[in-house]
């Protein structure tokens, strides 16, 4: 009985092993296909209607930055400080910018969520084994097992002392860094269509060489794909360890959470409200500056 007992937990052990792994690649694949749906957002007509209507506004903003800068420099050549090439730079960057700032988001962040699904499956191994894989390798290791005395046991990351009540706190820990990164996938493809919006605005300062809005703006994006590659992937990361460490995987959680304000202190934060008021306060410039014009 005591080696049938053992045989039964040994392989056993590697079956429930091989179902963790398979949840928690699912896990993975599910915030993966998650972030597709933000990605497959900008499909749809009324999407795309409206962010046609932003890439005609940068437009116009552009023009109009390209008037007021033309006439800038005119003004600056005619007193002895003007600088043709310097402002055909200026022009050339909005007009890339202007050109680029409603498509390279999505196809950027289209990559990162690409990128955080492939590399989940690849921790997990979700997909790639059958659970009939799974009993031959079970079977392989007893094989070459050199002693009867080891012996496994579900929960290896908490001991065989660890009270029911730690183990519930650490359950409760693990669903909470969960259901954290659910809600922020969940809202990620309207975060970035909010800042293709607020892109628009910053396209009338950049052709006249005022362009630290708009290089904050390319961060807040970089910051937004940054964040939905590592927090599905930290996450992932932290559930693997916690079969086996259930303390450091449930660090590696719960540090899940903390990616967009770790982003944010070297300048790529995800957040909509910190250019806001600048782009806000861009666009009632070109507006009073088109004023200014029209009225002379």
């Not at 995800?270 to 009225?295: G, H």
Request: hydrophobic letters at 50%; aromatic letters at 12%.
């Amino acid at each position: 009985m005591f080696i049938w007992d053992f045989v039964a937990d040994k392989i056993l052990g590697q079956i429930v092993d091989w179902f963790y792994s398979q949840v928690v690649g699912f896990l993975g694949n599910f915030f993966s296909e998650m972030g597709s749906m933000g990605a497959e957002l900008f499909e749809m007509n009324w999407v795309q209607s409206v962010v046609l209507f932003f890439s005609y506004l940068g437009w116009a903003l552009f023009a109009t930055g390209l008037v007021v800068a033309v006439f800038e420099c005119g003004i600056e050549y005619s007193a002895g400080r003007g600088n043709v090439k310097e402002t055909a730079l200026n022009v050339l960057k909005g007009f890339l910018a202007v050109s680029l700032f409603t498509q390279v988001p999505v196809r950027l962040y289209s990559l990162a969520i690409s990128l955080q699904g492939t590399l989940t499956a690849g921790i997990t191994g979700f997909g790639s084994t059958s659970i009939g894989d799974a009993a031959k390798a079970a079977l392989a290791d007893l094989e070459n097992l050199e002693s009867l005395t080891e012996s496994t046991y579900p929960l290896r990351g908490f001991g065989r002392e660890t009270s029911g009540l730690m183990v519930l706190f650490c359950l409760i820990l693990m669903a909470y860094a969960v259901i954290k990164v659910f809600f922020s996938n969940l809202k990620r493809g309207g975060i970035l269509l909010i800042q293709i919006a607020v892109g628009s605005l910053y396209m009338f300062s950049v052709p006249r060489g005022y362009g630290d809005g708009f290089i904050q703006w390319c961060k807040q994006v970089i910051g937004l794909c940054l964040t939905a590659f590592l927090q599905a992937t930290i996450l992932v990361a932290g559930l693997m360890v916690f079969k086996d460490h259930a303390l450091l995987g449930l660090g590696l959680m719960l540090s899940a959470g903390e990616i967009p304000r770790i982003a944010g202190a070297f300048g790529l934060d995800t957040t909509t409200k910190a250019n806001l008021t600048s782009a806000v306060y861009t666009a009632q410039s070109a507006v009073n500056i088109a004023r200014t014009v029209a009225a002379k």
